[in-house]
């Protein structure tokens, strides 16, 4: 039982990663209606981004808050240069964007940083968190950290003008046209912020997987089957699901015979479309109706 | 949390190829075969075995078309199925010594029933759900393979090596030249069958099901039975090609069948243009050459040029290869009509 | 009288499919005008034309500004407002955030919170279920949201297309009532495509029949609604 529960919290501290990646995931969801494979990549920029910026001397709060600024404007410039053109285009056309931009992104960070691993700092310290085993102090301060989001995101969304736009604009764009709205800018701005948030994402995951050109793919998988299960459209959902597949994925690695690390993560995505077919919007997620 | 639930009245997720423009006219069809029997002949065999390559993934981009084209059903898991067409055939080759050509409609059929079975479970998934869920599976496939329990028949992580087969008759080829005409062949008999399939009744059914799946079900399609059945006989095909595959490149290994090659596969198919079959092979020129460019062109940042090189095909062409098709025969049209 | 609206030679695609050949009319300030013609004819092409939702050539002035070349937010944003077949609802939104967004190009804070009011006092039901969501409301309901959230943008002009579609009479007669009342209150000029071509006579003062793409009838409400011919080829009663 003792093992069951440290399993559990444990599955609860490296949840937190995939938590907050899973918000950033919903954030992109809600301005475009699907999901970006490049995302991972994004914050993975980022996060050498701040690093090269620490490097340089840069005290770590500095070059965070630069980081973020830097995010939110290249996740514009983005979705502006290569989206926008491809927005008439087929789905899945722009799929094979994200494909693209993947690619370009991964291939650059190795370049400009190479692929030798990296520490990153976490203004956390590394401690045990309260002397528990479990947890540590950076974990502990990296579930703060997304809590904080959660509450930021749940602010905008429902308290904010700018907010009420956004979700108007996702959720019916020819009625947002209708009121005024420019649809095509909220989808611009979704993309700034979904940048921003996940650069928090890859500075907060970088200490503890540390920096590499490839370090962000499993935990984007992980962030969308979170972000899947959770119910794309909530981002409390999300954070609920990036726990939960945290406990899955370790639950799995412990208590099934033979499946070592390289099986975790097929089996906690099938873990997860098990949910699925009996609950197919996610946990917390609107039942979707659909009509012919 | 609300209990209002979104009412949705969703465009299908994937486009309708118009009827007419389902393949290339007689013209261009016989060019094209002209040109695939008579290229080897006068080529090294390195250049015969890419064909022969061209060839393979141009099936396996068919069948995905099949699937997500015709069908509607996203599927970035086909590189699970050509590791089991590949694995099957190589090992009914090596460990029961059985005809090469005879490991295709075994593989074909194995496949096929996995396929099938998958796509059970798939029914009540779709869209990004249904691409996660053949996501896990294609992640899931190298795994398993290297599973130690299996290894007797997979040989782990080392794989198994394969045996080209001699053309038959002491016809005076070489093996790759033979590869090659026997894969043609297995090729166009394919392509045949599947645009066939596409025409019948069968075909219609899962165009009604791309195009909206409620109402073809009140018209009285049988979505699962359909949806399944699109479902196997893509992974068939699938299976067809890795066993093949198998056979051209010699050997099979865990490692040659992750989610890279279901990523490229979906690539190609987009590329080709979605749903539109005589696009495959445009898509599987794609996937196996522009790679290669890329790295030519800068070593370091391979990736990004070919990123670059995909963004571009996409800007130009969003619609894939059909897009350059469709303009073409307008042309041709005016240029007949002046 | 000033022109509000003038519309000249407008033809509309719906892809390689021309559903308007050539329409022209006229909407003065502060009419009340009705667009009618059987199903398939182009009322709702029009309106849609006239919020650039739909491909068209052809001149379209508001207030003499040309609305050519605008996107449709920036056309709303001029002031005009315009009620979607269907409604348009955001169904997972409450009614108070319906109206909210109707507003959203505003920056009259106070303005905003005084005119959302007003519409609970046009439409009492809203105030009763201004917490809760939208799409849980009836059909008569969430037509009288949004005909409020048009008027929240302060319109000059309120497009409508058939706001009777689904809904019991009494409740129609109650809903037209009150757009005669904003016309006449509030100087907003209405244009309303309807199907329900009797009910529309009787609340408009001006009348355009449409069929196939053309305007082949114009005339005050009145002249429309009395002319049995008129009645008999286009209106069907």
């Not at chain 1, 005024?180 to 890859?202: K, V």
């Not at chain 2, 009245?9 to 486009?15: D, G, K, R, S, Y």
């Not at chain 3, 006239?50 to 709303?76: A, D, Q």
């Not at chain 3, 315009?82 to 169904?91: A, D, E, S, Y």
Request: proline share 4%; aromatic share 10%; with cysteine.
């Amino acid at each position: 039982m003792e093992l069951f529960t440290n399993q559990v919290l444990a599955g609860i501290a490296t949840g937190a990663i995939y938590a907050c990646m899973a918000l950033a995931v919903v954030m992109i969801y809600q301005a475009i209606d699907h999901l970006n494979f490049a995302q991972g990549e994004m914050a993975m920029f980022s996060t050498f981004v701040a690093w090269q910026l620490m490097q340089w001397g840069v005290p770590y709060w500095g070059a965070f808050v630069i980081t973020l600024a830097f995010s939110f404007v290249g996740g514009i410039a983005i979705e502006r240069l290569l989206f926008k053109p491809l927005a008439k285009a087929p789905i899945l056309t722009n799929v094979a964007g994200f494909i693209a931009l993947y690619a370009i992104i991964n291939s650059f960070a190795g370049l400009i940083w190479d692929f030798t691993i990296k520490q990153f700092p976490t203004p956390f310290g590394s401690s045990p968190f309260l002397g528990s085993q479990l947890i540590s102090t950076h974990q502990a301060g990296m579930i703060g950290v997304t809590m904080i989001l959660l509450l930021l995101l749940f602010f905008f969304f429902r308290f904010t003008r700018i907010g009420l736009a956004m979700r108007a604009a996702a959720s019916l764009p020819e009625s947002a046209r209708l009121v005024g709205i420019n649809t095509s800018w909220m989808i611009a701005l979704g993309w700034g912020m979904a940048a921003a948030i996940g650069s928090i994402a890859g500075m907060m995951i970088a200490p503890v997987v540390f920096l590499e050109p490839n370090m962000m793919l499993g935990v984007l998988i992980y962030g969308f089957a979170a972000a899947v299960l959770g119910g794309l459209t909530s981002p409390f959902g999300a954070v609920i699901g990036g726990f939960l597949v945290g406990i899955f994925e370790n639950l799995a690695g412990t208590y099934i015979p033979g499946i070592g690390n390289e099986l975790k993560l097929p089996i906690a995505l099938a873990l997860i479309i098990v949910v699925l077919v009996v609950k197919p919007a996610g946990l917390f997620g609107r039942p979707i109706v659909k009509r012919v | 949390m609300s209990a209002v639930q979104e009412v949705v009245t969703e465009a299908p997720a994937v486009e309708a190829v118009p009827k007419k423009a389902m393949t290339l006219g007689y013209g261009t069809s016989l060019a094209v075969l002209a040109l695939l029997i008579v290229v080897p002949l006068f080529v090294k065999n390195f250049i015969i075995f890419q064909m022969t390559m061209l060839l393979i993934y141009a099936l396996a981009v068919m069948a995905l078309n099949i699937l997500t084209g015709s069908s509607g059903q996203f599927s970035l898991g086909q590189s699970a199925f050509y590791a089991v067409g590949a694995y099957t055939s190589a090992i009914l080759m090596e460990t029961y010594n059985i005809n090469y050509a005879l490991t295709l409609p075994i593989s074909g059929i194995i496949c096929f029933g996995f396929g099938y079975l998958f796509g059970k479970p798939a029914l009540r998934l779709s869209g990004v759900y249904l691409a996660l869920a053949t996501f896990a599976l294609a992640t899931a496939m190298p795994q398993l393979l290297k599973l130690g329990v299996f290894e007797p028949w997979t040989g782990g992580v080392q794989g198994l090596v394969v045996t080209k087969p001699d053309a038959p008759f002491g016809l005076p080829m070489s093996q790759d030249m033979w590869l090659y005409y026997f894969t043609l062949a297995v090729s166009i008999a394919i392509y045949v069958a599947s645009v066939n399939l596409l025409r019948s009744r069968s075909g219609r059914a899962f165009m009604a099901i791309r195009d909206n799946e409620i109402a073809a079900s009140a018209m009285g399609v049988d979505v699962a039975l359909y949806k399944t059945l699109a479902f196997g006989v893509s992974a068939g095909i699938t299976g067809v090609a890795g066993a093949l595959g198998a056979i051209a490149v010699q050997f099979v290994a865990p490692d040659s069948y992750t989610i890279t090659l279901a990523i490229s596969l979906f690539l190609g198919m987009v590329v080709g243009g979605v749903g539109w079959l005589p696009g495959s092979i445009v898509g599987s020129a794609f996937i196996i050459f522009v790679p290669n460019i890329a790295e030519g062109i800068s070593k370091g940042l391979s990736g990004a040029v070919f990123g670059i090189l995909l963004f571009l095909v996409i800007f130009l062409v969003p619609h894939g290869a059909r897009q350059v098709s469709v303009v073409a025969q307008q042309l041709i049209g005016k240029l007949r009509k002046s | 009288m000033t022109a509000m609206l003038n519309v000249r030679d407008l033809r509309a695609y719906y892809g390689q499919v021309q559903a308007l050949h050539g329409l022209e009319f006229d909407l003065n300030e502060g009419s009340l005008t009705t667009l009618l013609g059987a199903n398939g004819a182009g009322k709702t092409t029009t309106l849609r034309a006239i919020c650039n939702m739909v491909r068209s050539t052809g001149s379209i002035e508001f207030e003499g500004k040309p609305l050519s070349g605008r996107s449709t937010e920036n056309i709303v944003r001029l002031g005009i407002a315009h009620v979607p077949q269907g409604r348009g609802t955001f169904t997972t939104m409450t009614v108070e955030e319906n109206l909210q967004l109707g507003a959203i190009t505003r920056k009259d804070s106070a303005g905003i919170v005084s005119d959302i009011e007003r519409m609970y006092d046009h439409f009492p039901v809203l105030k009763q279920r201004h917490t809760q969501q939208a799409g849980t409301l009836s059909g008569g309901e969430q037509q009288m949201l949004a005909v409020a959230r048009a008027l929240m943008l302060r319109p000059r002009l309120m497009l409508l297309d058939e706001p009777s579609f689904g809904l019991a009479p009494l409740i129609v007669r109650d809903l037209f009532r009150i757009l005669g009342k904003i016309n006449r209150e509030d100087n907003v000029s209405i244009l309303v495509v309807e199907q329900n071509a009797q009910l529309a006579l009787e609340l408009a003062d001006k009348a355009y029949v449409i069929e196939t793409g053309r305007i082949v009838m114009s005339g005050s409400a009145d002249e429309i609604a009395n002319n049995e011919d008129v009645r008999k080829s286009y209106l069907g009663y």
